[in-house]
């Protein structure tokens, strides 16, 4: 198919990057973006030993619109070579081995003894398997996810309400370059891209090896493939603003054109990076600018469809490794020949169609007056994506883990003072509420230790909008001292509104609003943002007894992990269910009978009508709430639903089991 350009190519084009520039890809929100990325990848490593970011969000090569998820590494305790003369003594080597059936990009990993540089041969143990030629071969089958709700491809995905999703996948560091990629790093380049010093950068961070197999190998569950993440990632932040904006816009064409009419699994935003990626090593460096946007949108279409044409598309480090195969075949290459076919004919035409971010509208709009600088949607998404980690982070218990760590943490500098102010009171919640629980264990209670706690406590409240509070509520009801517990749930009351962002079910939108008032991060944190409340079992005598069972609540399955052990010891529940619970706690120790029938209805409603993440502890609750004022079959009748929410690892069957053994002693009594 000729290229032909139409005289109004270079003007829709000038006029289509200052629209991409108001969704977020200006130059300079960009880096903010990488940056923050940075930084947030600094301070989740040192808190705790999780791996990169990696995909769209750590490239910042995304809009509001695309709704990129958050992917990140499971490091694999494993050392990993690729020849003998590497091995590490008393440690698990794993050698990377291939053969000529083993597909393209595929490796498998064979055992070497801990001793001696010996490979293992017809040896099955833990992880390790024969394959056909008799090597002990690492096995992925056998690994899992800790807390994963779903899966998607080789990677567990973690979902937290309805605006932010975790993909995080096992992978094994190569910390030398895989010798199957070493065409790229000879590979001769007319235009000098990318540049010898950044071949030789990328040379240096090696590869990740992620435990999925090629669909059709027989042996499959065998193979790790090949991913060059880091050296991607490097080609991604160095692209010219042409570039970038050029890439995004192929994955918004790929989201709102392609995969409603081929389907979701066929063409990937990989395939679209490979072929950016293509196009910029053949093509000049100085074809690359605003004006040529739309001519190299088009490009990046025609070598798509020449490699649909082909039914091949190589990957850009590996170029044997055709990632189509299995992919585009038959009615499906078909109709993506048609697609883009279409799109190629249109001339630009389809531009004006994009919803996503109101790209098509914004274009259409500034086509009908003249260039002009519109006006940038002022939020800083980097500042955005960075209080969903945080948010993900302490709702998945991260942070609370390892509160040793604080110190380094704070006095590495990767955080500014204005979010260390925010670590820091949760941090003091949390030792002030173990503190008290220690000092409350005793047979003689330590005063001393009681009053150091309460200073943490009441400077922690102010962490959030209410889990803080909450905590120094427990801790007041723990000492009986109702009136100031009351005081305390009091205030949450008040500053508790239906316009308080809650973690689980944060949307994007509303942070965007916040941002756009001027507020900082501590500030939205503190005074609009209300967090689950987490109790660890060091916390246990300054709780109410009714969240003690969610400590114990697990069925007695040996867990996956020693992550999945430690988040089945701890009792959550949702902020705004706690804080009704505590106060019919509170009213029914005082004798206030109006105001505990009213904290009962608030919970009931809360339940029904908010959107839980932690909803069989709400349930639990509400029960236990059911059995203290005497209604038992609605006390059974809530745990039953309970047992529908989840029914393994149900701290209701705790209650279930008590009020069945009252049942039957009551029962006992009457005959």
Not at 53 to 66: D, I, N, R, V
Request: neutral net charge; contains cysteine.
């Amino acid at each position: 198919m000729a290229l032909n350009i139409p005289e109004y190519y270079k003007e829709v084009s000038l006029r289509l990057s200052r629209v991409l520039d108001t969704v977020g890809l200006r130059e300079d929100i960009r880096w903010q973006k990488i940056n923050m990325w940075i930084q947030t990848q600094n301070m989740v490593s040192a808190i705790y030993a999780s791996g990169p970011f990696m995909g769209s969000q750590a490239e910042a090569s995304t809009t509001p619109g695309l709704q990129s998820d958050i992917d990140t590494i499971i490091p694999l305790p494993y050392t990993i070579i690729q020849n003998l003369e590497s091995w590490v003594p008393q440690v698990q080597n794993l050698l990377v081995v291939s053969d000529a059936q083993t597909p393209p990009g595929y490796v498998k990993l064979q055992g070497v003894a801990l001793d001696l540089p010996l490979l293992m041969y017809n040896t099955t143990y833990n992880e390790m398997k024969v394959d056909r030629d008799g090597r002990s071969v690492c096995c992925h089958d056998l690994l899992k996810y800790p807390g994963t709700r779903w899966r998607h491809g080789p990677a567990g995905t973690y979902i937290i309400g309805i605006s932010l999703s975790i993909d995080y996948v096992y992978a094994m560091r190569l910390h030398t370059w895989p010798y199957h990629a070493s065409e790229w790093l000879t590979r001769i380049r007319r235009h000098n891209w990318p540049s010898q010093k950044t071949i030789d950068l990328i040379q240096q961070t090696g590869a990740l090896l992620v435990p999925v197999g090629h669909k059709h190998s027989p042996e499959k569950h065998l193979e790790w493939r090949l991913s060059i993440s880091f050296g991607e990632k490097l080609l991604v932040w160095l692209f010219n603003s042409t570039q970038y904006k050029c890439y995004i816009l192929l994955k918004i064409i790929n989201k709102s054109f392609i995969k409603p009419i081929v389907g979701d699994d066929v063409l990937s935003s990989y395939h679209c990076k490979t072929c950016i990626f293509y196009l910029i090593e053949s093509t000049p460096t100085d074809m690359w600018q605003p004006e040529n946007l739309l001519i190299c949108l088009e490009l990046c279409l025609r070598l798509l469809y020449s490699w649909i044409e082909a039914e091949t598309c190589p990957n850009y480090f590996i170029p044997d490794e055709n990632m189509f195969q299995c992919k585009v075949y038959c009615h499906v290459q078909g109709r993506l020949f048609c697609v883009l076919r279409n799109l190629l004919s249109q001339e630009g035409r389809y531009l004006a169609r994009i919803s996503c971010d109101n790209i098509g509208e914004k274009l259409v709009r500034t086509c009908q007056s003249p260039l002009m600088e519109l006006e940038i949607e002022n939020y800083d998404v980097g500042a955005v994506m960075l209080i969903s980690v945080l948010c993900q982070l302490i709702a998945v218990h991260h942070l609370i883990r390892v509160p040793r760590t604080l110190d380094r943490l704070l006095s590495s500098q990767v955080l500014g003072l204005d979010m260390q102010t925010v670590l820091w009171k949760f941090y003091c919640s949390i030792i002030g509420s173990k503190l008290a629980s220690k000092s409350l264990s005793r047979e003689s209670p330590d005063q001393q230790g009681l009053d150091m706690a309460q200073e943490l406590l009441l400077w922690g409240s102010s962490s959030d909008v209410a889990s803080g509070k909450l905590k120094l509520a427990s801790f007041y009801l723990a000492l009986d001292n109702l009136d100031v517990t009351e005081d305390v749930l009091n205030e949450i009351h008040a500053k508790y509104t239906y316009k308080t962002l809650c973690v689980t079910y944060m949307c994007r939108e509303e942070l965007v609003a916040k941002l756009n008032e001027n507020l900082t991060i501590s500030q939205i944190i503190s005074h609009h943002t209300a967090y689950p409340v987490i109790f660890e079992l060091l916390e246990m005598k300054c709780i109410p007894k009714a969240l003690i069972p969610e400590m114990f609540r697990t069925t007695g399955s040996v867990p996956d992990s020693e992550y999945e052990r430690y988040t089945k010891s701890l009792a959550s529940v949702d902020a705004k269910v706690y804080l009704h619970f505590l106060e019919f706690i509170c009213h029914f120790r005082l004798n206030k009978t109006l105001h505990k029938n009213v904290a009962l209805y608030n919970m009931i409603y809360a339940i029904e009508h908010a959107v839980l993440h932690f909803k069989e502890s709400a349930l639990n609750l509400l029960a236990y709430c059911l059995r203290q004022e005497g209604k038992c079959i609605n006390a059974f009748n809530v745990l039953c639903k309970s047992m529908k929410q989840t029914e393994e690892d149900n701290a209701a069957k705790w209650q279930i089991a008590t009020l069945i053994n009252a049942a039957y002693r009551f029962l006992r009594g009457e005959q």
